[in-house]
Structure formats: C-alpha cells, structure tokens
C-alpha cells in the first residue's frame, strides 16, 4: 500500500519536470523501513523513529521534512496517514558549514596527486587531473561536470546543459583552462566509450559520483588536506566556494564594478538569484583588504 501510494507520489513529481532522485531515495528507504514492520499508512512515531537513525542532526532533520511532505500529500487522500510535527527534532536552525577556501598551491597538488593514479598511462589519472582542475576553474556543481558530453564543448566554451533548476548556460573559458581540456580530449577521443560522455574510467564507462568522492577523499588525505577517515576537512563542493571567492577578489573594489561583477558570477555559476550566490563567499585576507580600503575612502568622503 504505502509503496504504491510512494510510486505514484514519484510519478506525479516527475510529471511536473522534478527529477526527484534523492527524495525517491530518501522516502524508499523509509517505505521499506515501514513495510517491514506491518505499516500500511504513515504513521508520525514510525517516521521518527525512521529518521532518528539518521548519522547526523542535519541528515535527520532532511529525513523528517522529507516525509513530512509526502505524508501531507496522503493524508489529502486518506486522513488516517499522520502527519509529524515540523519541530520534532527541535526549532534549530541550519548552520552553514565554513566552507576551505583552497589555495593555489592546495588545487595544484590535488591535480597533481590524482595525475599520479594508476594505472600509469591510462585515460584514468588524466580525467580525475582534468576534473579537479575543471571545478576548480569554472565553479562548476559536480553533477554538471559529470554530465557534460563531447557535444558539450564548443568553440565559445562549455555548454552547461538543462541542470538545476531545467536552465542552460554558456561557460567562456580561460584560455589555459581551454588548453588544458584540449589535451584531454587529444586523449579521450582515442579511447572506445560506450557513449559521448566527456569524462571516462578505463572501463570507456562515465565516472560516477561516489567513486568520484572516495578518490577525491582518498587523495585529500595523502596530500594533508584532510586528517583520518571519519573526521572533516575540505569538500569537493569547497571548490566551487573557492571560485566564487577568488572570482570577487579579481574584481575593483568600487561598488559599481562590484554589483555588476556579482550578477556576472551568479549567471556563470548558474543560480536563479543573486542572493544564491551570497552564500557561496567567504571571507579571505584579499576581500576583507578590500572592504578596508572602501571603508576609509568613505570616511574620507571619496566616492568608490
């Protein structure tokens, strides 16, 4: 009962343009969890103690909200399906994490540090070099990046196509990053794949996220970045953060070049609003001499 009330709360998501894959995860799981123990409607003491084995507050909090919607949607149909509380976990809001903002020389031994996977001379070590300076240069998600096909690559730069938010978007790129890409794909090209996916395993196949994030993990860890598994350190999303960063530290600091550089980065990084792109700064020694020297020339008087 529940999974088909759960199968056709998929469809009707899907149906109106969501891709919906880690909800349908999420609420998989919980159904299975629920099935499993005789539960043929929601009920809001299961769902807690569904979401309470969750690793992290956060990761609890998600799970909670998560059902929380679809059970709003049965109990439309069928009021006995019971609806938990919002602030069952408590009224906490969420805090952002301090994102690493990494350095130039932090980037370069990541590169240089995934240049060196084996097997030596294969495709393999050259697509995770050419990935972690990808996001590195452009700001990209890493589901963008992932997903990008040869087609993909164009003359005027990188054709980001239909991701968040079902938008498109053109990305010119550096002409060392354009050199960089060109010699992957004198690579690439050579290589039998099972389809036009840009970025590529031995096996011809397009890399997938979690083998992604186990090396990038791993390679961390060898070059210092982060400590013993289990504790924290950088994340691969931290070089998008980083971009955004360095980005705004290229740019004059009057306030005109500033507002018009800032709508420029929230189109290149692709958000739906400039204030999307307000969270991805952070603080650096560069910005924060900036935001100085501006405040002293207003206590002057002059105009910035």
Excluded at 16 to 22: A, H, I, Q, V, Y
Excluded at 80 to 105: C, K, M, N, V, W
Excluded at 265 to 276: F, Q
Aim: a positive charge.
């Amino acid at each position: 009962m529940l999974n088909e009330d759960l199968d056709r709360h998929i469809s009707l998501h899907h149906a109106l343009g969501f891709k919906f894959r880690t909800q349908a995860l999420l609420l998989r799981n919980f159904v299975a969890y629920a099935e499993a123990r005789g539960d043929q409607i929601i009920s809001a003491d299961r769902v807690l103690a569904w979401a309470v084995e969750a690793p992290s507050p956060q990761q609890r909090r998600n799970r909670l909200l998560e059902v929380r919607r679809f059970a709003i949607a049965m109990h439309a149909e069928d009021d006995r399906h019971e609806i938990p509380a919002t602030d069952a976990f408590g009224r906490g809001l969420f805090t952002r994490r301090i994102p690493h903002i990494y350095s130039q020389d932090d980037i370069l031994r990541l590169m240089t540090a995934a240049a060196s996977l084996s097997p030596a001379g294969t495709i393999r070590p050259l697509t995770y070099a050419t990935l972690f300076g990808l996001l590195a240069a452009t700001g990209m998600r890493i589901s963008e990046a992932l997903a990008l096909r040869l087609a993909d690559i164009t003359d005027d730069g990188l054709i980001v196509d239909k991701t968040k938010f079902k938008k498109s978007r053109l990305l010119p790129l550096h002409p060392s990053t354009r050199r960089a890409l060109n010699a992957y794909l004198a690579v690439r090209l050579r290589v039998a794949a099972e389809s036009d996916i840009l970025l590529i395993g031995n096996t011809g196949k397009a890399v997938a996220y979690p083998t992604v994030i186990a090396i990038f993990l791993r390679l961390t860890r060898s070059i210092g970045l982060r400590r013993t598994p289990g504790t924290g350190g950088p994340r691969i999303h931290d070089l998008r953060h980083t971009f955004a960063v360095r980005s705004l530290e290229s740019c004059h600091s009057n306030a005109a070049a500033v507002s018009r550089h800032i709508v420029g980065l929230s189109t290149y990084l692709g958000h739906a609003h400039v204030t999307d792109t307000y969270w991805y700064l952070q603080a650096s020694p560069a910005l924060m001499t900036h935001i100085a020297d501006a405040g002293e020339a207003l206590q002057r008087g002059e105009v910035q």
